[in-house]
């Protein structure tokens, strides 16, 4: 996967110069420390230059932290840096589509063939299974014609319906249960075209207006200089094949990319499942405001994390220890008792950048780091490092104290 949500990835074990800003300089110290040895570490083999990390607990000022340089000019990374924060995108298409249903528009149980009949085959899809990625719909991104074309000419300009016809009746392996596929988002947001009357872009900024993001962007096509100039270098450095190239398979369909800066590509590749551009700050405003039901409504709230079991695609209460990964709609869960019990998170992976977002309701805490490279997946250490360091750090300072409420 080139960009998708960390459900293995995020074990997240414990494990420049910035100052920090917040009320727990101790903390502060170590979790700069904790950046600086990761950036120091890992950066030839992961080809990052620079990290980003954001802690927001309850009843304390946040902590924004960073390291190195934007690796191209020796310009500080610092609270102005932008990254590519890929599938983070998901939660933002689930949530303008349970606004839709919030204003009766649309419901969950409607189907592709209700809003989009030019493609038969997936009529009865319905728009629950494209969010909680349990569709049998095959995965755009991972096929020869779409890795050919991005490798050939990173401005290349795809439209949804591109992307879509990637898949469409090709002859892919079906898949079954759970299954990460990009085209389902990309369906969700043609499907939000139709309901709204507005362009994806339109309705995303009408619904984030109240927040006041000011770093937080969408384009489905090539961004502006404006936005691009705050980016850091994109390195990607996976040789991994596509899921669809036949087997064995000795050259990766990506070739044309590895080793190169992709911060100018043109992300219409990426659209409503991945394009949108941020930083550690406003994540983490936009999981705040999420959770705390000031984007949805309570009852679409709820079945934005009403989950199915990643082994079996089948609903579940919650994760547990038999069975510990879980998605919701866009939303990714997960139990794991050395990182608190549980929490929601996703990992957002372009071609150049990775960017997380952790977030412990029962500790009232939202942690959100971001980098600058694709690297290999089994060289990528990321969200254990930065993310479960960051976790195991405030546990060992008592800083996660359990709060009052539902577990949720």
């Keep these: 996967m080139r960009w998708a949500l960390f459900s293995s990835a995020l074990a997240l074990m414990g494990c420049l110069m910035t100052p920090a800003r917040g009320d727990q300089p101790a903390v502060s110290h170590q979790l700069q420390s904790l950046i600086d040895t990761y950036l120091e570490s890992r950066r030839d083999i992961e080809k990052i230059s620079g990290v980003a990390l954001h802690v927001d607990i309850g009843g304390h000022d946040p902590i924004d932290l960073y390291t190195g340089t934007n690796g191209r000019d020796g310009k500080p990374i610092d609270q102005e840096t932008l990254f590519q924060i890929g599938s983070n995108t998901k939660h933002f298409t689930s949530a303008l589509v349970l606004k839709l249903e919030a204003e009766g528009l649309l419901n969950l149980d409607q189907t592709v063939g209700d809003w989009l009949p030019r493609y038969p085959a997936w009529a009865k899809v319905t728009i629950r299974s494209l969010l909680n990625m349990t569709s049998d719909i095959p995965n755009y991104s991972e096929t020869v014609p779409i890795a050919e074309a991005m490798s050939a000419d990173l401005k290349h300009q795809f439209s949804q319906s591109d992307l879509v016809a990637a898949v469409y009746d090709q002859g892919l392996p079906i898949p079954t249960g759970y299954f990460y596929s990009n085209t389902n988002d990309v369906l969700a947001g043609l499907i939000i075209e139709a309901a709204s009357h507005m362009s994806f872009g339109d309705a995303l900024d009408a619904m984030l ?10 384009a489905d096509g090539p961004y502006p200089a404006r936005v691009l100039s705050r980016l850091p270098v994109g390195i990607y450095a996976n040789t991994d094949c596509t899921l669809y190239q036949p087997k064995p398979c000795s050259k990766t369909a990506w070739a044309g990319l590895v080793g190169k800066d992709v911060s100018h590509q043109n992300l219409s590749w990426a659209g409503p499942a991945g394009g949108m551009i941020s930083n550690t700050t406003d994540l983490a405003h936009w999981v705040r405001a ?20 990643t082994k079996t695609g089948q609903p579940i209460p919650d994760v547990s220890a038999d069975d510990p990964a879980g998605f919701g709609l866009d939303l990714g869960r997960a139990y794991r008792p050395t990182l608190g019990g549980t929490y929601w998170f996703y990992q957002g992976t372009t071609f150049g950048y990775r960017a997380i977002f952790a977030y412990w309701p029962q500790y009232d805490l939202v942690i959100t780091a971001m980098t600058n490279s694709q690297p290999q997946d089994a060289d990528d250490r990321f969200a254990a490092t930065v993310v479960g360091g960051a976790f195991q750090a405030l546990q060992a300072d008592g800083l996660t104290t359990p709060r009052e409420g539902p577990p949720h």
Excluded: A
């Design 209 to 218: 207006k109240p927040l006041h993001l000011k770093n937080t962007f969408y």
């Design 290 to 309: 999420l959770f705390k039901g000031e984007i949805i409504p309570r009852k679409q709230l709820d079945e934005m994390m009403s989950i199915v079991s």
